[in-house]
């Protein structure tokens, strides 16, 4: 009865308590569900320690408004390079690229399972992991080494062209909220280069 009495009390705090002190305590409640319970099964069940990405910039992005045949046009010359044709890229994963401030859903990158056109997120040596696509793979006797490249770069990074098996960190698969990403990233805006700062545009 007591058991019973007390999670009524919490509930009704977590729930239906309209005052300060229960908006206070909802508000720790969620961020300690989250951190603790979600953001571990979650990891456990992609079997990748971020199973969740915002991105933070506007490599990946295309314009919304404009036909895949025009942005094609626009981006032709790079792909080419690496014998990708127009009517494989449009069978991509996210064809369509994706926007800063968009959460993605991510899973284990098994590099064996790897193919060109795959998104992966890979360590980079920057303060946050990278998230581009796979462009070229090669086979060697230490494993798979991966090039990637951003839909919306002009080129390659020169940390992008030899990726290992040990940088991988995740596969995107599916963009599951478009911009909610914004509500962390305005916070950072200021401290970004002016480059980077604002909405994206297409190169």
């Not at 705090?13 to 961020?31: A, M, T």
């Not at 626009?74 to 800063?100: A, D, M, R, W």
């Not at 490249?149 to 098996?165: A, R, V």
């Not at 599916?174 to 950072?188: D, R, S």
């Amino acid at each position: 009865m007591e058991i019973k009495k007390t999670f009524k009390k919490f509930w009704n705090l977590l729930w239906k308590d309209d005052s300060l002190k229960g908006w206070i305590f909802s508000v720790i409640f969620l961020f300690i569900f989250i951190k603790f319970i979600f953001f571990p099964i979650l990891s456990l069940a992609t079997g990748t320690a971020l199973p969740l990405a915002i991105v933070e910039s506007c490599s990946m992005y295309h314009q919304s408004f404009s036909s895949y045949n025009n942005w094609w046009e626009k981006h032709e010359g790079k792909y080419s390079e690496f014998e990708i044709p127009k009517t494989q890229f449009k069978n991509f994963v996210l064809k369509k690229g994706f926007n800063k401030g968009d959460i993605l859903f991510i899973i284990k990158a098994k590099p064996e399972k790897l193919k060109v056109g795959d998104i992966i997120i890979f360590e980079a040596g920057r303060t946050n992991p990278l998230i581009h696509r796979i462009i070229n793979i090669k086979e060697t006797s230490e494993g798979k080494i991966f090039s990637t490249i951003g839909d919306n770069n002009n080129g390659q990074l020169s940390l992008e062209t030899s990726i290992s098996e040990d940088q991988l960190v995740g596969k995107a698969v599916l963009k599951i909220a478009p911009l909610a990403g914004w509500a962390k990233l305005i916070f950072y805006e200021s401290k970004r280069q002016e480059y980077e700062k604002g909405f994206c545009e297409e190169n």
